[in-house]
């Protein structure tokens, strides 16, 4: 069982930036990689970024590359997002999640096991 706890969500303007925090359970040597997912009311859950907890590969939507910045404190079992150059589009509930699967990156829900609650970004034009 992985347990997973965000934080770092709140209400921004646009072009400003915000950090979202993801603190795993100390069970993390199961997972292998972590994705942040983020839906928009009416729209389904989208992958923005997805990282191997060994860091070897990163992965962004092209609606978020060169913006958001995903990284992992080992040390901490905790992994971030990092967002800049915020858009009114970019305003959603973010979830972390954890995929305990090998040896591929998700890029579904489907495809991930554990969820944090998810945390609200509000981006304000």
């Known amino acids: 069982q992985v347990q997973l706890v965000e934080s770092g969500g709140g209400l921004v303007q646009a072009g400003g930036s915000l950090r979202l925090s993801c603190a795993a359970s100390?069970?993390?040597?199961?997972?292998?990689?972590m994705g942040w997912f983020r839906q928009a009311p009416g729209k389904e859950r989208e992958l923005v970024a997805a990282l191997t907890w060994s860091g070897g590969f990163t992965y962004y939507a092209d609606s978020v590359k060169g913006r958001f910045t995903a990284s992992r404190d080992n040390a901490k079992n905790t992994v971030y997002l990092l967002m800049n150059s915020l858009k009114p589009e970019d305003t959603a509930v973010y979830y972390c999640a954890a995929d305990v699967g090998c040896c591929s990156v998700g890029k579904t829900p489907a495809e991930y096991d554990y969820w944090g609650q998810g945390t609200q970004v509000t981006v304000s034009s």
């Open positions: 100390a069970r993390t040597f199961s997972v292998y990689a």
